[in-house]
């Protein structure tokens, strides 16, 4: 068979087919989140395609380019998503598509890619595995799931509904409230946010995939998560609480209640989330039943850089940490987006 490499500019259906019909696909890798997510956040996208001698899609890799003047050139599979890389049905098309990244990103004088895959790729590229999503298996009966949660579990959920904690889910509308709960809690974990405006664009472009899930004690939210679903697959990339309320449980309740709202939408799969194995929010994901997957972030570097992988813990990170924590919050919504999207 032989293999061709294509850029792909527009949203080609025969892709769309492609990663539609991919039991590992996330929605990262269908050709309108390089088209309409990836343009918003000032970056462009290169799309890649293998196809055979008859134009049949065989696998593609989404890359976005990063032409950062805090970060230098990079590229990313995929921007803005925990997930990318080769999304293949053949090694044939693995390897092609591989070998024309490494062109590209050598053309456009980047120091690497990141491929962020959940399968190792067999070629020699640096790696970091300190990383994990948790997943929970999902039952088509809620009461199936609920049934199955240990008992403190049960009783959290139950104790902020007693609290008076209500739930209500909707879309762009309630992006406003989602937002001011995600800075506040990202400024009190010294990381700057990503910019409304991404949020907003996912709610536009992906209407029937993405939703928004607030929390609230009377008027006052307490606590927001910002989900997609696709392919079955639904995920948090998102989510926060105030925690001067964290006593009445209100993440519980609002876990649960998208939990139960994915069980009834179909979803089979369910993503609490990247974290670190036993950091801050492991056992919470983990409490639920969640199952740590692996993931495999590997690095393609130009022969002529040396790659830097800034550890959390380490005394220049935590410091930038300290720093940003005592900013002010008008401050760290004004510049914080600036840089976030500089990592995407």
Not at 79 to 100: E, I, K, P, W
Not at 126 to 144: E, F, G, N, W, Y
Not at 157 to 173: L, W
Request: include cysteine.
């Amino acid at each position: 068979m032989t293999i061709k490499i294509k850029i792909i500019n527009d949203s080609n259906s025969a892709c769309h087919d492609f990663v539609n019909g991919c039991s590992e696909s996330k929605i990262c890798y269908l050709p309108a989140w390089a088209e309409s997510i990836l343009p918003f956040m000032g970056h462009k996208s290169y799309y890649l395609a293998a196809t055979n001698q008859d134009d049949i899609v065989h696998g593609v890799l989404p890359l976005t380019y990063v032409n950062s003047r805090l970060f230098g050139k990079r590229m990313v599979s995929q921007g803005f998503s925990n997930y990318g890389g080769l999304l293949t049905d053949s090694d044939q098309a693995r390897d092609a598509l591989f070998r024309r990244a490494v062109e590209l990103a050598t053309k456009l004088q980047c120091k690497s890619i990141e491929f962020r895959n959940i399968k190792p790729l067999p070629y020699d590229l640096r790696s970091r595995t300190d990383k994990i999503s948790m997943h929970l298996h999902l039952a088509s009966d809620p009461d199936q799931l609920w049934n199955s949660f240990l008992p403190k579990v049960r009783n959290q959920v139950r104790k902020a509904e007693k609290s008076g904690i209500t739930v209500s889910e909707g879309g762009v509308e309630l992006l406003e409230d989602f937002y001011r709960v995600y800075t506040i809690r990202m400024r009190q974990l010294g990381t700057p946010g990503y910019p409304r405006l991404l949020m907003y664009n996912i709610l536009k472009q992906f209407k029937d995939n993405s939703r928004i899930f607030l929390v609230r004690l009377g008027n006052l939210t307490v606590g927001a998560a910002f989900t997609m679903c696709y392919n079955g697959f639904a995920e948090i990339p998102w989510a926060a609480t105030l925690t001067e309320y964290n006593n009445l449980c209100p993440n519980n309740l609002l876990y649960w209640s998208i939990i139960k709202h994915y069980c009834l939408a179909g979803a089979k799969c369910f993503d609490f989330g990247r974290c670190t194995v036993n950091g801050p929010t492991y056992q919470f994901k983990k409490q639920w039943g969640a199952e740590p997957i692996e993931l495999h972030y590997q690095y393609w570097v130009h022969p002529s850089h040396e790659l830097s992988i800034a550890s959390q813990n380490s005394p220049k990170y935590q410091k930038k940490v300290q720093i940003w924590k005592k900013l002010p919050l008008w401050v760290t919504r004004l510049i914080g987006p600036y840089i976030s999207r500089q990592l995407p």
